[in-house]
């Protein structure tokens, strides 16, 4: 026989008992697993139903309020305004002999939303009574709290052309520019003095520690009265008292020198500062076939309901694996992309029986019954991940048939890395700034798909 033949005739043989073990290999388990105890595993979709819900205020502490006023064509206006006290150090002191030169307000900002060289004015007024504690919520009206029989002074801005200071920070190897625009504002000069003669007095009156200088000087009410094109995202809020005062033989040459001096306060995360919200949005409480909206600060949130009843029966004899949920934005393909409002970097997903308290208690996600998700501008879409936890730990402490009602709240979110890289949610607030966007509600995007086993 020649060899090649032989080759062939060991082929056949090979693969002929190799077959024959396949076939036995493929029955053992299910020879020894009895019938009912076999792992079968099913899909489902669950069909989700939402709504836009008015917002009436949020818990809003926050140290960088917004002002102004912006009008969207799509999302309706946002007007903003803020009150706030000054925190006062108790090192803080006049140098002997100072006289006062003149007073001013001066707010520092770095972005804006809206039209950066449309004319807006800011107004200032003085608060004169103190502020409420632990009310820092976006319906508090600053009027009731303050003089408004006239502004303490006024200043013209436009969003990109007031005076600017350059700040540089520094992360690892990068480095980072970025410009402080700032407002100045002047102020009666009779403020400043005010503030002298009773640092002037026995154990410096009222300004001796933080509790009475509260009662002396409340704060101040920032406002605008002018322009609907342009909303400020506040860095910081000074009053600064420049004085000038005798310095005795304070030259080079040993001869008296008259200097310059400030004395200055800020409004600080240590005292109460709350920005009054007001939003019209009658056009995204009306209904709409298309989608959904959510909308910031104190805007509308989107409602959605989980219709676990429908499934109910399936969870009882099986068990849930998976169920994904993503949420999908859409577009305003005809607003200017340079003024127009953009989504919310994030949104947080809370039960809407949890929501209250859930900021003012500083609570985080817990991936069971708080979820958040990031903003993504590939997909257009925001990914919750699997929330089977959420139907699991329902499931557990109703014992009945249930359906789930969750809010789609914007926040901003605060993160810590790790030794290891790991990063960390460590805050979660609502979102003061500016933002707001459609969401898909068709049956085909909004809906959960499930992954059951079941033995």
């Known amino acids: 026989m020649k060899l090649q033949t032989l080759y062939k005739l060991f082929f056949v043989v090979v693969v002929t008992v190799f077959a024959s073990c396949v076939d036995t290999l493929d029955k053992i388990g299910f020879t020894i697993q009895p019938e009912n105890d076999r792992v079968s595993v099913g899909t489902d979709t669950l069909k989700l139903l939402s709504r836009t819900i008015q917002v009436d205020s949020v818990f809003s502490?926050?140290?960088?309020?917004?002002?102004?006023?912006?009008?969207?064509?799509?999302?309706?206006?946002?007007?903003?305004?803020?009150?706030?006290?000054?925190?006062?150090?108790?090192?803080?002191?006049?140098?002997?002999?100072?006289?006062?030169?003149?007073?001013?307000?001066?707010?520092?900002?770095?972005?804006?939303?809206?039209?950066?060289?449309?004319?807006?004015?800011?107004?200032?007024?003085?608060?004169?009574?103190?502020?409420?504690?632990?009310?820092?919520?976006?319906?508090?009206?600053?009027?009731?709290?303050?003089?408004?029989?006239?502004?303490?002074?006024?200043?013209?801005?436009?969003?990109?052309?007031?005076?600017?200071?350059?700040?540089?920070?520094?992360?690892?190897?990068?480095?980072?520019?970025?410009?402080?625009?700032?407002?100045?504002?002047?102020?009666?000069?009779?403020?400043?003095?005010?503030?002298?003669?009773?640092?002037?007095?026995?154990?410096?009156?009222?300004?001796?520690?933080?509790?009475?200088?509260?009662?002396?000087?409340?704060?101040?009410?920032?406002?605008?009265?002018?322009?609907?094109?342009?909303?400020?995202?506040?860095?910081?809020?000074?009053?600064?008292?420049?004085?000038?005062?005798?310095?005795?033989?304070?030259?080079?040459?040993?001869?008296?020198t008259i200097r310059t001096a400030e004395f200055r306060l800020n409004i600080t995360p240590e005292v109460t500062q709350i920005n009054y919200i007001q939003n019209n949005n009658d056009q995204l409480l009306a209904p709409n076939d298309k989608g959904t909206f959510v909308k910031s600060p104190a805007g509308v949130n989107t409602e959605i309901t989980f219709p676990i009843s429908d499934i109910y029966s399936k969870l009882s004899t099986r068990s849930l694996n998976q169920a994904r949920l993503m949420v999908y934005a859409l577009p305003e393909a005809n607003q200017d992309e340079k003024v127009k409002l953009s989504p919310p970097d994030y949104l947080l997903l809370v039960n809407k029986d949890s929501l209250k308290g859930f900021f003012e208690n500083r609570r985080l996600d817990d991936n069971v019954t708080s979820f958040y998700a990031s903003f993504n501008k590939e997909t257009y879409s925001y990914s919750f991940g699997n929330i089977a936890a959420m139907i699991n730990y329902y499931k557990k402490q109703k014992k009945e048939a249930f359906d789930l009602t969750y809010c789609l709240v914007p926040v901003d979110i605060t993160f810590t890395t790790d030794q290891y890289g790991n990063s960390k949610a460590t805050a979660i607030y609502n979102q003061m700034k500016p933002a707001a966007v459609m969401l898909e509600n068709k049956p085909e995007k909004l809906k959960l798909d499930i992954i059951y086993t079941a033995f």
Do not use: C, W
């Open 61 to 256: 502490r926050t140290k960088y309020p917004i002002l102004g006023e912006y009008i969207d064509p799509v999302f309706g206006n946002i007007r903003s305004e803020y009150v706030g006290e000054f925190y006062y150090p108790e090192n803080q002191a006049f140098k002997d002999g100072a006289i006062i030169d003149s007073v001013r307000m001066t707010v520092s900002y770095s972005s804006i939303i809206g039209d950066s060289l449309a004319p807006m004015r800011l107004a200032v007024y003085k608060v004169i009574e103190e502020l409420p504690k632990n009310k820092d919520y976006t319906n508090f009206d600053p009027k009731t709290k303050s003089d408004m029989s006239a502004p303490l002074g006024t200043k013209t801005f436009t969003g990109r052309n007031n005076t600017y200071r350059t700040e540089t920070y520094y992360s690892g190897n990068t480095t980072q520019t970025i410009k402080i625009y700032e407002i100045f504002t002047k102020l009666p000069k009779s403020i400043g003095e005010d503030f002298l003669n009773e640092y002037k007095k026995p154990d410096h009156g009222m300004l001796k520690n933080t509790d009475t200088f509260r009662e002396f000087f409340p704060g101040l009410y920032v406002t605008t009265n002018f322009g609907n094109s342009t909303i400020l995202n506040v860095n910081l809020t000074s009053l600064n008292i420049f004085y000038k005062y005798l310095d005795p033989k304070g030259s080079s040459t040993k001869t008296d």
